[in-house]
C-alpha cells in the first residue's frame, strides 16, 4: 500500500518525502478533530466499576 502510494505521488523523493508528511499530519490533525471525538462517547472510559467507598481497608 505504501508503495503504491509512494509511486504515484509527483516529484522527486524530496518532493514525495515533504507531501508524504503534509498527508500523515493531515491525517493525524482529521483524526483527533474529527474522529476520536465522534468516538468518544461511544467507548467506556468513564463506566467505572469500583466502588471507592465499600470495603477501604486503611
Do not use: C, K
Not at 500500500?1 to 504515484?8: D, K, P, S, V
Not at 508528511?21 to 482529521?30: C, E, N, P, S, T
Amino acid at each position: 500500500m505504501y508503495g503504491w502510494i509512494w509511486r504515484h505521488l509527483p516529484g522527486n523523493a524530496w518532493v514525495r518525502a515533504f507531501i508524504s508528511l503534509i498527508l500523515a499530519l493531515a491525517v493525524v490533525y482529521a483524526l483527533f478533530e474529527y474522529v476520536f471525538p465522534w468516538a468518544e462517547p461511544l467507548l467506556p472510559f468513564n463506566d467505572v466499576t469500583v466502588d471507592d467507598a465499600q470495603g477501604a481497608h486503611r
